[in-house]
């Protein structure tokens, strides 16, 4: 027993100098590191609080944070909506009677983008969709503070086309198609 | 009438003291607390957060009473305002400075564990009136382990009341220290210190083994106020709570405050018994009158504030360091190892009273 209380004794004063040593070393702060740089794991000691908001810490340009899509590089293929293991992208398609344009990499846009949703709340941040991109027109940044009063804010909204344009295009293609059939009955 | 209106003014200002008191402690903890942790602590309510326990307690004198529906609505009230003022009453006999203590008592001591005994009802009260059965079960575990302290606690002080033969704790504190009239002071039982004082003078370097029983008494105080690594009582994450798992605004102020005030009041205790009280640790080295400048009115408040306050400090670290006893392993220290130790305490006091202090 008392041999059992004698070793308490020790492994007390042990832990006490432990905490200790650690209340003294919080004088000194880590402050908000680079992880890229050379001596990130050598700083051990210190405060390693990093008070948000007003410190942050710096991170790399294109880094698992939040999505962003360049919709003008957007073939609309659908594919990062396939590919998303949570189904937070939603694209629909409108197809356009020819060829509308190029992508910044020469890709040919035949579908016009009527929607392209991403809701950041269901987002599980894997990046699937910006390695199945063929166009490499949705990528992860290094943004991720974005907090919102409402959650329908959170649903990303990346497609340009007004409703009036949308039910333009759709018309031109029906119309399109119409006078395809009618030529095909002739 | 002029009695009636000191004691009341003495009463307000030491509540004053202690809620104050309250509001630093709880500051402190918190940021060794997360200092320990290599953390910050509080940073946002005012510089380094400062105003953050101003901010707490007034938002819980804001808020509403609730009791439980199916809780004794009398026990329940009153609970907190016994275990606060059980704690409150001890600070009666606390001695502060030469000839300055609320209440000169000759039975000082005996009278400070006594009332502060009360605290187990009160919890008891609490925990059985919250008709919660986290709270009954800490509320029992609360009254087993301040009960079965008190034993080593009470015998360690007895250790040291045997070398001061006064239960007056103003007449314990001035035996260690230049300020002692007919007694001789025995550094060690071996050499006259009684004109140099100083930290020389102290009890526990009156006789070693009352630094043993130092030890004895600040492990029970530990307990008596469920304090880490004794806190079964209020065990967070297995009890919720402990006892004060229902209570909310100043119901709950009132009981935190009374944690805060024990953890002063026992650490005023040692100081007052073991490490001399309002003494000054300053020894006089000869024409270098160190310890007559720094006895009197002032330096006493001082030196007790400064004593206690290094013990609380001692207190919180200790709590931030240790993991909880399991019940078992707290039952087994309090009465297979403090308290044959505090018995053997107690003999040697016996002892060195007979043939060191009296025969030599």
Redesign the interface.
Known sequence: ??KT?LQAFIT?AK??A???A??I??RRSRHALDIRKAGYFDKQE????V?FPKEKMPIPEVARYQLDVEIDDCIVCDLCAKACPVDCITIESVKATGVIGKTSDGSVKRLYAAKFDIDMAKCMYCGLCTVVCPTECITMTDLYDRSMTNLAELTYSFAEMSPQEVEEKKREWSLFQAEKEAAKRK | MVFYITYIIVAIALFGFIALFTLFAVYSERKIAGFVQDRLGPMETGKYGSLQTLADILKLIQKEFITPSAADSILFSVAPVVIFAAVFLGFVVMPWAPGIAPAALHLGLFYGLAIVSVDAIGLLMAGWGSNNKFSLLGSMRAVAQIISYEIPAGIALIAAVMIAQTLDMQEITRQQGIMVEDERILFLGLWDVSHIGGILAWNIFQAPHLLLAYVIFFIASLAECNRAPFDIPEAESELVGGFHTEYGGLRFAFIFLAEYAMMFLVAMIGVTVFLGGWNTPLPNIGTVKLADWTTGLAWGIFWTLIKTLLVVGLQMWIRWTLPRLRADQLMALCWKVLTPLAFLCMALSGIWRVWVIVGG
């Open positions: 027993m008392f209380t007390a832990g006490l432990i905490t200790l650690h209340f070393g919080a210190g405060v390693t609080t008070q």
